[in-house]
């Protein structure tokens, strides 16, 4: 392993210890924040992990821990809270978690640059492109559609998995059926703020799950997980279910994304671990 990897190693080790040892403690919160400092000073060395295979795998190993931390610290502020579910960490259905997954009681946060300060009024999607019927939508047009519930896994490709996740939206199937994609559109470039991107094919944005979704769990969508309204692709690994969602742009052609531009995978299924190209 290189220096910066076992370095990251040798922080998790160190945190995985801090952690068994806290409940034991009277007082938690100094374990806690000693957790978080190894865990911020591992992913501060990540950058200098030049394989990119063992950088994922080290970021998801961070991911996971930080996601965990997270949902204990909420939880010891909040007292369990029987309207947020927590996710499962085991399943009796090993056949649910895709290969190199790992499941997390957490839900991470993960996106590239900041969260927008964004309420219910800033929403306005527009669904283009190859399109007969050019659509602007604010929320409250989205929601016009139908909402429908779906309960669903989410695969992140930093290696976490997160079981049951009840999305309340509307089908991005019947969003699109109003625009009317025109014959030669086979492909959607779905963009989020500030300037993320990804690409579909029209045949996976259209799934009966597939949903442009405004609550999580049956509470309103956090921001800082793409609220007010985000896409929401559980087939496919995270980066395509794109937060505080901008455009839907019906293409003839498969145009890469953020993610795919820097060498993830062009489709991105989980059950296949099609991480990077080539995969
Ligand atoms: N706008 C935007 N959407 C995004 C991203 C992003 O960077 N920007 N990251 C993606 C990735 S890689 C994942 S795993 C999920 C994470 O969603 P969460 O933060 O709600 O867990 O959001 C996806 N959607
Ligand atoms: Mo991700």
């Keep these: 392993m290189s220096e910066p990897a076992s370095r990251i190693a040798t922080l998790l080790r160190r945190a995985d210890e801090v952690r068994k040892a806290a409940p034991a403690r009277r007082d938690p919160a100094p374990a806690r924040a000693q957790l978080a400092r190894l865990l911020s000073e591992a992913r501060g060395h ?29 939880a010891t502020l909040l007292g369990p809270s029987p309207e947020v579910a927590v996710a499962p960490t085991t399943t009796d259905d090993p056949g649910r978690v895709p290969p190199g997954q790992h499941l997390t009681a957490g839900f991470p946060v993960l996106h590239v640059g900041r969260a ?61 059926a109003r625009a009317v994609p025109k014959p030669a559109a086979t492909h959607a470039v779905v963009s989020g703020y500030p300037a993320y991107s990804t690409n579909l094919s029209l045949e996976d944005l259209t799934g009966d799950d597939v949903l442009l979704a405004w609550m999580h769990d049956r509470e309103p969508l956090p921001v800082e997980h793409g609220g007010p309204l985000r896409l929401v692709v559980p087939h496919l690994y995270g980066w395509k279910s794109v937060k505080w969602v901008t455009e839907i ?21 989980p059950w296949r671990e099609q991480r990077f190209r080539g995969d």
């Design 249 to 269: 742009r019906l293409t003839d052609r498969d145009v890469r994304g953020y993610w795919e531009e820097r060498g993830y995978h062009d489709l991105g299924d």
């Design 46 to 74: 990540l950058d200098e992990v030049d394989d990119a295979d063992l950088r994922l795998e080290l970021a998801g190993a961070i991911a996971r821990r930080v996601a965990d931390l997270d949902h204990e610290e909420v």
């Design 116 to 176: 927008p300060a964004w309420g219910e009024e800033d929403v306005r999607l527009t669904v283009t492109g190859l399109v007969t019927e050019r659509l602007v939508l604010d929320l409250d047009e989205v929601r016009a559609f139908g909402s429908v519930e779906r309960t669903t896994d989410f695969h992140c490709v930093t290696t976490w998995s997160r079981l049951d996740n009840t999305w309340t939206g509307v089908r991005v199937a019947d969003v699109l």
